[in-house]
């Protein structure tokens, strides 16, 4: 079956840029999704079709897929944006999730 | 304003059965696939299930494939898990989500916007 591999944590200082990858084979090939859970809440999307961000998704995310690996970017990262990152694409006829990264803003 | 209720977890005993329902307003529900999403306490996100508009097809995740049923009433807006054979790991919280994209030809090409604010499901002796 396939697998998507998150790293389990990500740690950043605020205003930094923070990195989060997903990797899986031929990801590049798919499309990738990323969603972002803040503790007790449930899960919104952030980026979709690899880079499209939703309206009210603020342009300090962004995302990109080639190779075998998918990356959430956040560019000036805030304090508000800790929490949970998910990547997600399809295989086939069966939807799979990362394991999830935390993302700490330190 | 798109809003997505879900209802009916609860305990129950494993090998028993449970119905989950999510209450969908604010959009054309019949022109949107919907999908069930799963978290067990402390752990990540699972698929479950994906429905389509027409409520052909249907997809599930190995996990539950013959013990899941996804459904869906698009008269009443709603959509349904029919969950027998319940076993101690499908303790989650249950997540309906609204589907943008699509599935075609056994390709899919989407993403799950929004979701709903989870039913929590026990499965326990």
């Known amino acids: 079956s396939y697998e998507l591999t998150q790293p389990p944590s990500v740690s950043v200082s605020p205003g930094q840029t923070a990195s989060i990858t997903c990797s899986g084979e031929?990801?590049?090939?798919?499309?990738a999704a990323w969603y972002q859970q803040k503790a007790g809440q449930s899960p919104i999307i952030i980026i979709y079709?690899?880079?499209k961000r939703p309206s009210g998704i603020p342009e300090r995310f962004s995302g990109s897929n080639s190779g075998n690996t998918a990356t959430l970017t956040i560019s000036g990262t805030q304090a508000m944006d800790e929490g949970d990152y998910f990547c997600?694409?399809?295989?086939?006829?069966?939807?799979?999730f990362g394991g999830g990264t935390k993302l700490t803003v330190l | 304003e798109v809003q997505l209720v879900e209802s009916g977890g609860g305990l129950v005993r494993p090998g028993e059965s449970l119905r989950l329902s999510c209450a969908a307003s604010?959009?054309?529900?019949?022109?949107?696939?919907m999908t069930w999403v799963r978290q067990a306490p402390g752990k990540g996100l699972e698929w479950v299930a994906y429905i389509s508009g027409h409520g052909s097809p249907s997809y599930y995740a190995d996990s539950v494939k013959g013990r899941f049923t996804i459904s869906r009433d698009n008269v009443r807006d709603s959509l349904s898990l029919q969950m027998s054979s319940l076993r101690d790991e499908d303790t989650a919280v249950y997540y309906c989500?609204?589907?943008?994209?699509?599935?075609?030809?056994?390709?899919?090409?989407?993403?799950?916007?929004?979701w709903g604010q989870g039913t929590l499901v026990t499965v326990s002796s």
């Open positions: 604010g959009f054309t529900f019949i022109s949107h696939s």
């Open positions: 079709q690899d880079k």
């Open positions: 997600q694409t399809w295989d086939g006829t069966t939807a799979v």
């Open positions: 031929k990801l590049g090939e798919k499309y």
């Open positions: 989500a609204r589907v943008v994209g699509y599935c075609t030809g056994g390709v899919c090409d989407n993403w799950f916007d929004p």
